[in-house]
Structures are given as structure tokens and as C-alpha cells.
């Protein structure tokens, strides 16, 4: 059973655009929702995260929207650059459940010029 | 770089052999888990150990199975291989179980013929 739901699969944006991936869940145990980034041959590597008591959190270029009476959460990339290609995935985590980190599927974001 | 190491990068196993992935954590971090990430999805947690202990495990049978070392190096071994056990291997690292940040290392690529 798929926990966390992500889309789209993949993603193309134009240099400068904005990136939206989308992500819902069910458990209502999780309380903490990072978002990792992975370059091909490399581990996922902590982008940004949020818990659930806040709307939205923004790190530089990167903002996260959560909607817990939705149970739905979205990684926003502002003036999304050629760098920036990679494979996203969300996740979240339930501190004193027996499963640790439950990630999505994962969204293969690039970049055009 | 995140500081985790895994040995081997890459390794070529045939059905029902049996193999063993290494793994050494940032110095201090107290808890590793292991994940399995097939092509093209999302990481899938297998387990996690404290302190030599097993602390949460994911739905994975018994034919995996790991050990911690107080060295802070880990393994994982995975009995009786069959074909859908290929898949990139990662550990991740954090401080303690209750830690929101998981540094993961570049993984083991895992082949079954």
C-alpha cells in the first residue's frame, strides 16, 4: 500500500518557470514531510521540510505548501534553473512508527533553457 | 558530500546466492537505515538500527537482515537472492531515532542474473 502519492511522474519547465510537484498522504501519524533531491549516482540528499503545524515554509528558491485538512503538501521551485534538474521525492515520517521514512514515487524534474 | 560511504558501487549476483553491503555512517551518528530503491521509484525503508539494535523494520522478510557495528559501519545481507532483490541499495545516518535528518551515502547498485 502506497502511502505517499506523488505526481506528476515527470515534469519539463522552461528556465525561469516555476516547478509544482504535488504530494497527499493518509496516515495521520506522520508529523514531519521532507522533500529530498537525487542526482543520478547519488543518494537523496535533504532539500527542505516542514511539519504539520505550519502552512508553508520557504528556503531560498524552494517553498513548501501543506494543507493538513487535505492531507496534501507541494514543493514550489521559484526561477527553476538547468541545476536544478534532478528526481524529486517527497516523504514523511512518523517518529514512533515502525516505519521510519515512507517516500513517494518520485518526480524526474528537467530544465530547459 | 554527506559524509556516509557504501562498499561495493556496483555488484553482479546470480538467484539464491547470498551477498552482504557495507556501509560506514557519519562518525557520532548513533542510527542507520537501509532502504531499497528499485528503478524508477522511491526508496523503501527495510530497517533501521540503534545502538547495535534493531529499531523498526519495514516490510521486508526475513532473508534481509543487518548488523551495526559500534565502529559506526553497518551491513546488510541478503539471503537466497532472487531477481526482484535488483535494485539500488542506500544507508542513511542520522544522530538518533528521533532526528528529522537522514544523510544517505551513493548506495550499492545490486544486480540478480
Known amino acids: 500500500q502506497q502511502q505517499v502519492k506523488q505526481s506528476p511522474q515527470s515534469l519539463i519547465v522552461q528556465k525561469g518557470g516555476i516547478s509544482i510537484i504535488n504530494c497527499a498522504y493518509e496516515?495521520?501519524?506522520?508529523?514531519?514531510f521532507p522533500w529530498y533531491q537525487q542526482f543520478p549516482g547519488k543518494g537523496p540528499a535533504l532539500l527542505i521540510a516542514i511539519r504539520p503545524d505550519v502552512s508553508e515554509k520557504k528556503e531560498g528558491r524552494f517553498t513548501i505548501s501543506f494543507n493538513k485538512s487535505a492531507k496534501q503538501f507541494s514543493l514550489h521551485i521559484m526561477d527553476s534553473q538547468p541545476g536544478d534538474s534532478a528526481t524529486y521525492f517527497c516523504a514523511a515520517i512518523a517518529f514512533f512508527g515502525n516505519e521510519k521514512l515512507t517516500f513517494g514515487t518520485g518526480t524526474r524534474l528537467t530544465i530547459i533553457p | 558530500e554527506t559524509g556516509v560511504t557504501q562498499s561495493p558501487t556496483h555488484l553482479i549476483k546470480t538467484r539464491g546466492q547470498q551477498v552482504t553491503l557495507r556501509c560506514s555512517s557519519q562518525s557520532g551518528h548513533n542510527t542507520v537505515s537501509w532502504y531499497q530503491q528499485a528503478l524508477g521509484q522511491g526508496p523503501q525503508f527495510i530497517f533501521q538500527?540503534?545502538?547495535?539494535?534493531?529499531?523498526g523494520r519495514g516490510n521486508f522478510p526475513p532473508r534481509f537482515s543487518g548488523l551495526q557495528f559500534p565502529n559506526y559501519s553497518s551491513e546488510l545481507n541478503v539471503n537466497a537472492l532472487e531477481l526482484d532483490d535488483s535494485a539500488l541499495y542506500l544507508c542513511?545516518?542520522?544522530?538518533?531515532?528521533?532526528?528529522?535528518?537522514?544523510?544517505f551515502g551513493p548506495g550499492t547498485r545490486l544486480t540478480v542474473l
Open positions: 496516515n495521520t501519524a506522520f508529523d514531519y
Open positions: 538500527y540503534y545502538r547495535e539494535e534493531e529499531n
Open positions: 542513511a545516518s542520522s544522530l538518533d531515532t528521533s532526528t528529522d535528518t537522514q544523510y
